[in-house]
């Protein structure tokens, strides 16, 4: 269920603090200690999933909460017109920490494109 090694576990078992947003049985979001974005924070499940493709039917409930509950969330820091979600996963996807969490970005009206390639 949970990790003893893991940062955003031990997050939500507030044994490392964070700015939290939100709360329930199943999922957790705080702001982000490094914005990239006047509105950056994470959401993620309560359960330590490691990375986006460790997830299965076991988790539905968790990562259906994280989709149902992102709006609001984001409406309520402030993003009423949009916001973008990311969910980097593994190497290539560059994610620095492995407990699968959700990006929710926004401010800037609009946002930068979604991908830039350096050529
Ligand atoms: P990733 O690259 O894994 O998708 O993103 C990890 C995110 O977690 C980064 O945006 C980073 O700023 C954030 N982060 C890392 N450590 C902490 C922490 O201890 N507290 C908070 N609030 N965010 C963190
Ligand atoms: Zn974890």
New binding site residues.
Partial sequence: MQDNDC?FCK?ISGK?P??KLYEDDLIYA?????P?APVHF?IIPKSHIPTLSDASAAHEAALGRMLAKVGELAREAGCTDGYRTMI?CGRVG????YHL?M?VVGGPDPLPPMLVFER
Avoid: G, P, W
């Fill in positions: 940062i997050i490392i964070s700015r705080f702001h982000d200690i490094n990239a994470l980097n560059r994610q620095e920490v969490h990006h």
